[in-house]
Nanobody, 125 residues
Framework: QVQLVESGGGLVQAGGSLRLSCAAS????????MNWFRQAPGKEREFVAV????????YYADSVKGRFTISRINAKNTVKLQMNSLKPEDTAVYYC??????????????????WGKGTLVTVSS
């Protein structure tokens, strides 16, 4: 059974940092692209960042470029999202998501094969 389990969310002040983790299990993800999405209160879920597991290539939403960094630890089947210079508008539930589809940029909800349950990030002003 495939599982994506997020951790690392919490409450942080504006300008602070958090690091999210996604532990993936249940299959081989070497050919997958691992994503982070987020959903703010009252808004639709949106793409944040992606890393191709095999090549390590990355792509970011414009809203987080230069502040967030996505990375992977192959030996631990773990994907990280380092979030710096956090803003109140980054407040959302953050989801880890895996897809076998190819894209050279962002992904959409309908591209995703597997979702985690999410972790809440709250940024206070």
């Amino acid at each position: 059974q495939v599982q994506l389990v997020e951790s690392g969310g919490g409450l942080v002040q504006a300008g602070g940092s958090l690091r999210l983790s996604c532990a993936a299990s249940g299959r081989t993800f070497s050919t997958y692209a691992m994503n982070w999405f987020r959903q703010a209160p009252g808004k639709e879920r949106e793409f944040v960042a992606v890393i191709k597991w095999s090549s390590g290539s990355t792509y970011y939403a414009d809203s987080v470029k230069g502040r967030f960094t996505i990375s992977r630890i192959n030996a631990k089947n773990t994907v990280k999202l380092q979030m710096n210079s956090l803003k109140p508008e980054d407040t959302a539930v953050y989801y880890c998501a895996a897809t076998s589809r190819y894209s050279d940029s962002s992904y959409r909800d309908e591209d995703i094969d597997y979702w985690g349950k999410g972790t809440l990030v709250t940024v206070s002003s």
